[in-house]
């Protein structure tokens, strides 16, 4: 059972994190944002910083596996927790990640920006889902609504979603 | 940018976060942080404390026994979402919950954050006023329970003392029978609504309405009950026409004024197109329809 703790403002609190495998242990100021901490304590700049208030989904990254909103967590809020970003999400060897694959193949990005964002919900989307290969336009759609792209028009973004479930199935 | 600097407090019991809440008078409860978060960035909250409840697992579950779904504070709307067994018990708290925001936000948002942020315009609080539901509150003299109608009192206002705590939202289940239906419209999917409207419809063995709970968010200070139309349909033998006129009454219940989105009439006509609708889908879900 752990103590009930306070800070002081502009304290700095240890936290203990898994980043993409690895073990991080830092002190933040309880004031900074997730998405901070990865950026620029952690130097991780794949996860991307759009709106900064949870609108445009760019700097979706998982939390204990799941996506959520890297600018809408503090970064002690995930103490003991394993973050994955996009940084981790190819594999060891270099390869790449069947959301990456398939992002590649249907040409599902142009500025970029969006993209790292976008992946990770992706990926989130599935862990989740295993009709994908099948699904409909517009329940896809629903599913990725909370990312915002300003390039694509989403029409490739919702066949790369396809294409990954193909690749997730082919790997078995 | 960033949330101005605030002390951070992390209770692991109840009994210390209402503690902590009792000394600070400017002090702001963090359960999942999708709306506190976003006006602590824009700095439009500047609170001295944040006391994060997420050591808080006393207030982390979600039960189904005699006829209630009890949802305790700290669980997450995905969560409860993806429960079959309160889907099975109460269908309409799964699709109101798929009209939240998007899924991403639901990973972490609360259902006791979005009960107690009391925002008129979300979906929660119209559920539980729609349901006739009870939101248990905390605080340094006890626990006492609230009925929803009585628990929002208006924009962002709840009848929360300063130092009590939302700790639990109670939500009766269906009858077996009962249909149901929520649907929002809003401008893009995701975004706050236009109107939302949630429905149940029970027929007696005379095919009659037997008992109809309908309530819309979007359209007033707090979660609305339209209870002028519940009383119009109760009695009656369910039709088109029927339903129709139900949305034509419906549209008294508007009292916010225009915004910089939407007129006020534009807003009674979408309100009452979703309570025919809404009344129409609940209809095809009652036994033997």
Known sequence: ?172 | MKPSAFRYALPSTLRDAIDIRARFEDSVILAGGQSLIPTMNFRLANPEVVIDLRKLDELNYVRVADGVVRIGAMARQRVVEQNDEVAAANPLIRETLLNVAHPVIRNRGTVGGSLAHADPSAELPTLLTTMRGAITVCGPSGRRTIAAEDFFEFIFTTAMEPDELLVEAAIPALEPGEGWAFAEFARRHGDYSVAGVAVTLKLGADRRIDRVRLGACGIATTPALLTECERFLTGKSPSPELFAEAGTLARDAVTVSDDSATSKVYRQHVLAGLVARNLTTAMTRTDGA
């Open chain 1, 1 to 172: 059972m752990t103590e009930t703790t306070e800070f002081e403002p502009n304290a700095l609190v240890r936290i203990n994190v898994e980043v993409n495998g690895r073990a991080v242990s830092e002190e933040v100021s309880t004031r900074l944002l997730l998405s901070d901490f990865l950026r620029h304590q952690l130097r991780l700049t794949g996860t991307h910083v759009g709106c900064e208030h949870g609108v445009c989904g760019a700097c979706t990254v998982h939390i204990d596996g799941t996506p959520a909103r890297s600018c809408l967590t503090l970064a002690v809020q995930v103490d003991g927790c394993s973050i994955r970003t996009v940084e981790g999400l190819a594999n060891a060897d270099g390869s790449l990640h069947p959301v990456q694959q398939a992002f590649k193949e249907c040409h599902a990005l142009q500025c970029g920006f969006c993209t790292p964002g976008f992946m990770m919900a992706v990926a989130g989307l599935l862990d989740e889902r295993d009709d994908l290969r099948t699904a409909e336009d517009d329940s896809i759609r629903e599913d990725i609504a909370g990312n915002v792209c300003r390039c694509t028009g989403y029409m490739n973004i919702v066949s790369a979603v396809r294409r990954a479930a193909e690749l997730t199935n082919e790997k078995g």
